[in-house]
T-cell receptor
């Protein structure tokens, strides 16, 4: 079945460091891919998305490129800030299935000042 | 203006009680969801409604019963609460089915603690 695998956390970085959170997926069809972010005590917010191969989603300095050949959607940011500390979820929705958005297990990110 | 709002935000209750969590969205969406997030942050869908019609009903105990009086509301009623029901419950909505790549919007969560 469909699944999303993302790197285990927590990830701890210093401010202004480069960030990569890996995400790979398996799907029967051609899924749409998402990154959601959950700040402490809040719900999930869409960070970015890509709906077809080679699309790049970007928002707030974060980027992720839909790589069909490697079934990946890695999240990157060139210079992280303390305010980026949160839990990040990679997710997919598969048009070949019903309305289940499949989430990865989340990666907790700590940014040190 | 809260897009997806759910109440209560915090709920502490005893085992065996019956409780409800209400959810409303003002985005004009036609599809609504309930997700459960456990202590390890793992998110799992419970139910999905499209235009008040049940679309997804995961392997959730019968003690959980969703009710959608209209497209803007999806309430979750839980009977005979158990310790294992303690979690954060998220309501969400989307315009159209998520299998078409539509974005899902989440509420802020309801923290349920069963003691």
């Amino acid at each position: 079945g469909d699944s999303v695998t993302q790197m285990e956390g927590p990830v701890t970085l210093s401010e202004e460091a480069f960030l990569t959170i890996n995400c790979t997926y398996t799907a029967t069809g051609y899924p749409s891919l998402f990154w959601y972010v959950q700040y402490p005590g809040e719900g999930l917010q869409l960070l970015l998305k890509a709906t077809k191969a080679d699309d790049k989603g970007s928002n707030k300095g974060f980027e992720a490129t839909y790589r069909k050949e490697t079934t990946s959607f890695h999240l990157e940011k060139g210079s992280v800030q303390v305010s980026d500390s949160a839990v990040y979820f990679c997710a997919l929705s598969d048009p070949g299935r019903d309305d289940k958005i499949i989430f990865g297990k989340g990666t907790r990110l700590h940014i040190l000042p | 203006d809260t897009a997806v709002s759910q109440t209560p935000k915090y709920l502490v209750t005893q085992m065996g009680n019956d409780k409800s969590i209400k959810c409303e969205q003002n985005l004009g969406h036609d599809t609504m969801y309930w997700y459960k997030q456990d202590s390890k942050k793992f998110l799992k869908i419970m139910f999905s409604y499209n235009n008040k019609e049940l679309i997804i009903n995961e392997t959730v105990p019968n003690r959980f019963s969703p009710k959608s009086p209209d497209k803007a509301h999806l309430n979750l009623h839980i009977n005979s609460l158990e310790l294992g029901d303690s979690a954060v419950y998220f309501c969400a909505s989307s315009l159209g089915r998520t299998r078409s790549g539509n974005t899902i919007y989440f509420g802020e969560g309801s923290w349920l603690t069963v003691v």
